[in-house]
């Protein structure tokens, strides 16, 4: 039982390795960060209403479109995430929609207990009812890896 | 302008009846169903009352890592992380602004989750924390059944909406079938009234235009019918002959058997005459016993066949004259073909009035046209 249960970590801290950290991949290109180069590198600041803390809220981060076309150089349209707790999902369409990419929430840097180290969120709420948090489904969290594909 | 079909009304206001029908039903099933969808949106399955069971899954998750390291002789700092990011997930999903807004327990059952991951953490072996894992464990209860409620509570309003959709449906859907009909039966209305209307307009100028005793067009109408005739003349290419007709002798027929008489001898030859008649063939009293027949379409020795039989047909009548040089009543005829040229109605009429005069003056009970009116 022990030694099955060590191999289990074993194998789910490989996958999830480096901790704390973002892959990119388009095709054959990869890049990782780290969540320090992460915090650091932010550009993009934005201050809504955050419907699962229920309170306004100053996100920092990246706009994700630009992000990824600075360090992938791709134009994604499609992309692959992968998250932390094994949740994995396809986001379509994102070079028109307003998707930022956050890694700090009001001035600290996010952990898995927030909902981090990263977090797609919308910066436009599109008029949904806010209390109503099922109709977020695209605020990924999370976030271990974003992979741009092809159509 | 042209008057609308009563058949395109009435299928106009049907079809505009079941298109706010139909609209009214799609609206509401839309409505309702866009509520339902917002309340049983589970697609990606990990919202709502979901969370609260993840973070419970994941904080059971640690107990038997927990055991492992108990039961370790040595340290073994995998299954350490692993239990310490088991923890931070059943922290991140219990981390939730509804539930911490909601729920009071959720802030002591986080700050419980804190302190079992620091004694993992500081790899401290001490006694299992059953009071800490009761109190976790009775949040998530807690949380879950809540939730159910919330949910019972919304689905119980949604219906109650729905029923009260179905209701406004139900008024919308007769209160346009009443519409429709009310705008059909005023359509009806309007249409029947049209209708009286264009019946009394035609009987009113049927009997402007006919002669009451002979049941003739009347001079008005051959007035109106030359008029027409000559404006379109010579531009329509047809034959038309013109036949006048005038019983001989008839004032003298009045004076010996009285007017009664008389206008019974003019009811019997305008209808002996009237039986006559080709198609497209008009009939009209001129005056007295004087009477017109403009004949369209028919060439000048069908026409003057025509005059030729009128003049049988009328002494064939028997009806006794004693002026006459048959001592039967008879007629005289003239007969003009139109030419190729441009023509007053007043012309037409002095036209065949002059030959009538030369078959009168040559002897009554006659036809004469154009061409015997140059010999005679």
Redesign the interface.
């Known amino acids: 039982?022990?030694a099955v249960?060590?191999l289990?970590?074993?194998a789910?801290?490989a996958v999830?390795q480096p901790a704390l950290a973002l892959t990119l991949q388009y095709q054959n290109k990869v890049v990782v960060f780290s969540q320090q180069e992460l915090i650091e590198n932010r550009n993009f600041t934005h201050k809504m209403y955050?419907?699962?803390?229920?309170?306004e809220v100053v996100y920092e981060g990246y706009d994700l479109s630009l992000f990824l076309q600075q360090n992938l150089n791709v134009n994604a349209n499609t992309v692959v995430i992968d998250a932390?707790?094994g949740?994995k999902?396809t986001l379509k369409n994102i070079d028109s929609r307003p998707l930022m990419l956050v890694v700090k929430e009001d001035s600290k840097p996010l952990?898995?207990?927030?909902?981090g180290p990263s977090r797609i969120i919308e910066t436009d709420l599109g008029g949904r009812?806010v209390r109503?948090?099922?109709?977020f489904?695209d605020w990924v969290?999370?976030i271990k890896k974003i992979e741009v594909i092809d159509d | 302008m042209t008057k609308p079909s009563r058949t395109l009304s009435i299928l106009g206001v049907g079809l505009l009846s079941i298109t706010v029908v139909i609209t009214l039903v799609l609206v509401n099933t839309v409505r309702f169903d866009g509520s339902l969808r917002a309340l049983f949106n589970r697609d990606h399955g990990i919202y709502d009352h979901a969370m609260v069971d993840r973070s419970k899954k994941y904080l059971l998750n640690v107990l038997p890592l927990i055991e492992t390291l108990n039961d370790a002789a040595e340290e073994n700092s995998l299954v350490r992380e692993e239990a310490l990011a088991q923890f931070d997930l059943a922290y991140a999903y219990l981390n939730i602004g509804r539930y911490l807004e909601r729920y009071e327990c959720v802030q002591p059952a986080l700050d419980d989750i804190l302190t079992l991951r620091d004694d993992v953490e500081k790899g401290a072996k001490r006694a299992f924390r059953y009071q800490i894992w009761a109190e976790i464990l009775t949040c998530y209860d807690d949380v879950g059944r809540s939730q159910d409620e919330l949910k019972a509570n919304l689905i119980e309003r949604a219906l109650i909406d729905s029923r009260a959709n179905q209701f406004w449906m139900n008024v919308g859907v007769i209160s346009v079938f009443a519409l429709a009909i009310m705008l059909w039966l005023l359509l009806e209305i309007q249409h029947r009234r049209g209708h009286k209307s264009e019946t009394e307009k035609e009987a009113w100028q049927s009997r402007a235009m006919t002669d009451h005793l002979t049941s003739t067009y009347n001079r008005m109408a051959l007035h109106e019918a030359l008029e027409s005739l000559v404006k379109q003349w010579p531009v329509a290419n047809e034959s038309v002959g013109l036949v006048f007709y005038d019983i001989d002798h008839f004032k003298q027929f009045n004076d010996s058997f009285g007017h009664v008489a008389g206008d019974q001898a003019l009811r019997q030859v305008a209808s002996t005459v009237n039986k006559l008649l080709p198609n497209p063939s008009n009939h009209y009293r001129f005056g007295g016993e004087e009477f017109f027949i403009v004949n369209r379409e028919t060439e000048h020795s069908e026409v003057v066949a025509l005059a030729d039989r009128i003049l049988s047909a009328v002494q064939n009548l028997n009806i006794e004259n004693p002026n006459s040089d048959t001592g039967m009543l008879t007629v005289s005829v003239g007969v003009y073909m139109l030419e190729q040229r441009d023509y007053t109605a007043e012309e037409l009429i002095m036209k065949v009035d002059e030959l009538l005069y030369v078959a009168k003056k040559h002897g009554r009970n006659r036809v004469v046209d154009e061409f015997t009116g140059q010999d005679i």
């Not at chain 1, 955050?50 to 309170?55: C, H, I, L, S, V």
């Not at chain 1, 952990?111 to 909902?115: A, F, L, M, N, T």
């Open positions: 039982m022990n249960i060590t289990l970590s074993i789910l801290l999830s955050g419907p699962f803390r229920r309170q932390i707790d949740y999902m952990s898995i207990r927030e909902h009812d109503n948090i099922s109709l489904d969290w999370m």
